[in-house]
């Protein structure tokens, strides 16, 4: 690829380890709504909409009150994940340094993506971020969104970065260069490895390392 010139993050298990969080939001939120246990797997396997899809899955009769109840437990919570991956704020840091376009598309709603980014001190880190959807995923809109933004920035010089597979589908389907994210306890790299990335990563610091060679 050309020099990269644009890096696109997406955030839960990219930039921060999240989907704890997360998890015990949903279960703190919905379970007294609905008189029972949710697992784990059945939150995840709500994923892609943003959290909103997630409640008007597993509690469609209480919509209103579980988003409000979700996002008060998911700040109140956010000490589960005090700040991202050690080392992203240098990766961060040197990028802007070297002039690189960074921006955010991730599948969170927009109020959690906001408290998450305040809690981690990167509100002012992302030039442009993209939010989910209560409909469904919508990463490739939000991506294409991003590149339509940017100025002087080819879909060759820009890196999309993620750690589910459907970022490597998203990333295919716009046509920009998927870096797959295996950093977090929370991945699954045999699944990552099945869609092919166009580069997989299992610790920041080689990602950091391949970055600097790109630049």
């Known amino acids: 690829m050309k020099t990269i010139k644009a890096v696109i993050f997406d955030l839960d298990g990219t930039i921060a380890n999240t989907l704890p969080l997360c ?32 409640i008007m899955a597993l509690a469609p009769d209480h919509y209103e009150q579980g988003v409000a109840d979700y996002l008060r437990h ?9 700040a991202p991956f050690e080392g992203i704020a240098d990766i961060l ?4 340094e070297n002039g690189v376009h960074t921006s955010m ?11 998450s980014l305040k809690q981690f001190n990167l ?8 939010t989910g959807s209560p409909e469904g995923p919508r990463k490739p809109v939000g991506i ?31 046509g920009v260069f998927s870096v797959a994210a295996a950093w977090a306890e929370t991945a699954e790299p045999e699944k990552l490895l099945e869609l092919n990335p166009d580069v997989i990563f299992y610790t920041l610091q080689e990602f950091f390392a391949w970055l600097k060679n790109k630049i």
């Open 105 to 115: 598309v991730t599948g969170k709603g927009r109020y959690s993506a906001e408290i």
């Open 123 to 130: 509100s002012e880190a992302f030039e442009y971020v993209e």
């Open 23 to 54: 998890i015990s939001a949903f279960r703190q939120s919905i379970e007294p709504l609905i008189d029972r246990e949710v697992s784990d797997e059945e939150i995840i396997e709500t994923f892609g909409p943003s959290e909103e899809g997630t």
């Open 74 to 82: 998911y700040e109140m919570s956010h000490s589960m994940c005090s």
């Open 93 to 96: 840091d040197f990028l802007k």
């Open 144 to 174: 294409q969104r991003v590149l339509d933004k940017l100025e002087n920035v080819t879909k060759d010089e820009v890196i999309y970065v993620g750690d589910v597979p459907s970022d490597i589908l998203a990333s295919r389907q716009v």
